[in-house]
């Protein structure tokens, strides 16, 4: 275990020494207030809208960036070591190839997070200053929430960041299949079950269900539920309105969309030549 947080260290710091947590804040949070800000704009008008309005654009925001920065943080955790020649050298050390690989992602993911937490707070604290009638502690549930999950889906990308990187031999095949991965998950997968929506003609209780098979549905939900009015269910989720999804168990699905590519990426180290 101290091999492993002794990599996670120089993992986090190699990202603050880089720049990475300073630039995935202020682009979270000049973005986020951004768009808390133009709420209204739908309706001719400039402010602070709904806290439900407020959320649902702020997790919509994480739903396409925090993948996209998750992957491109880690596609090159372990072929970019092969390619430099120091992944030879990394494994003379006195460390399990499982300690290294877990220790590398558990550094990528505090730099996410810290970048992720700081982002949002920032903007938290520009809504509760300017927004009108929003309660504090409502605000600060719900931003606790949107932030925990947000660092969830973005471990969720990192894990198949590294699971790409043991796999390929080449930074740029691991850049392009990074790139795909984002693609399948947040445009192609809600594009294919609205066609499938489209094409059952009646009934169809079970479509809820396939939300699950995408961890950026899942996160969607997570940061709708909390919420009464219909329209904070916005595209393929509006499926799911009213169903028996609960926080709690989509986070744990989160979770285990951490856990199946990881481990798939430790199995594949363990007997990849360095």
């Given at each position: 275990?101290?091999?492993t947080?002794?990599?996670?260290?120089?993992?986090?710091?190699?990202?603050?020494?880089?720049?990475?947590?300073l630039?995935?804040?202020?682009?979270?949070?000049?973005?986020?207030?951004?768009?808390?800000?133009?709420?209204?704009?739908?309706?001719?008008?400039?402010?602070?809208?709904?806290?439900?309005?407020?959320?649902v654009?702020?997790?919509t925001?994480?739903?396409?960036l925090?993948?996209?920065?998750a992957?491109?943080?880690?596609?090159?955790?372990?072929?970019?070591?092969?390619?430099?020649?120091t992944?030879?050298?990394?494994?003379?050390y006195?460390?399990?190839?499982?300690?290294?690989?877990?220790?590398?992602?558990?550094?990528?993911?505090?730099?996410l997070?810290?970048?992720?937490?700081?982002g949002?707070?920032?903007?938290?604290?520009?809504?509760?200053?300017?927004?009108?009638?929003?309660?504090?502690?409502e605000?600060?549930?719900?931003?606790?929430?949107l932030?925990?999950?947000?660092?969830?889906?973005?471990w969720?990308?990192?894990?198949?960041a590294?699971?790409?990187?043991?796999?390929?031999t080449?930074?740029?095949?691991?850049a392009?299949?990074?790139?795909?991965?984002?693609?399948l998950?947040?445009l192609v997968?809600?594009?294919?079950?609205?066609?499938?929506?489209v094409?059952?003609?009646?009934?169809?209780?079970?479509?809820p269900?396939?939300l699950?098979?995408n961890?950026?549905?899942?996160?969607?939900?997570?940061?709708?539920?909390?919420?009464?009015?219909?329209?904070?269910?916005?595209g393929?989720?509006a499926?799911?309105?009213?169903?028996?999804f609960h926080?709690?168990?989509?986070?744990?699905?989160?979770?285990?969309?951490?856990?199946?590519?990881?481990?798939?990426?430790i199995?594949?180290?363990?007997?990849?030549?360095?």
């Amino acid at each position: 275990m101290n091999a492993t947080l002794i990599v996670a260290r120089k993992e986090f710091q190699d990202g603050l020494r880089n720049r990475w947590v300073l630039a995935i804040a202020l682009i979270l949070a000049a973005l986020a207030v951004g768009i808390a800000w133009f709420g209204a704009a739908a309706s001719g008008g400039m402010g602070f809208t709904s806290l439900a309005t407020t959320v649902v654009s702020l997790s919509t925001l994480a739903v396409f960036l925090i993948p996209l920065i998750a992957l491109l943080l880690a596609y090159d955790a372990v072929v970019g070591e092969q390619e430099a020649g120091t992944l030879l050298l990394l494994l003379t050390y006195p460390l399990s190839r499982t300690a290294l690989l877990l220790g590398k992602f558990l550094g990528h993911g505090l730099v996410l997070g810290a970048a992720t937490t700081l982002g949002f707070t920032v903007a938290g604290a520009v809504i509760a200053i300017g927004a009108e009638g929003v309660g504090l502690r409502e605000l600060a549930a719900s931003l606790g929430l949107l932030i925990a999950s947000s660092v969830l889906l973005g471990w969720v990308f990192i894990a198949f960041a590294y699971l790409i990187s043991v796999w390929v031999t080449e930074k740029a095949r691991a850049a392009g299949l990074a790139l795909g991965v984002w693609f399948l998950f947040v445009l192609v997968f809600d594009l294919g079950l609205l066609a499938l929506l489209v094409g059952v003609p009646s009934g169809g209780d079970w479509l809820p269900w396939l939300l699950l098979l995408n961890p950026t549905d899942g996160f969607r939900l997570i940061n709708m539920i909390g919420f009464e009015s219909t329209q904070a269910y916005t595209g393929v989720t509006a499926i799911a309105q009213g169903d028996a999804f609960h926080v709690g168990w989509l986070l744990l699905m989160l979770v285990g969309w951490i856990a199946a590519p990881l481990g798939l990426a430790i199995l594949r180290f363990r007997h990849l030549t360095a």
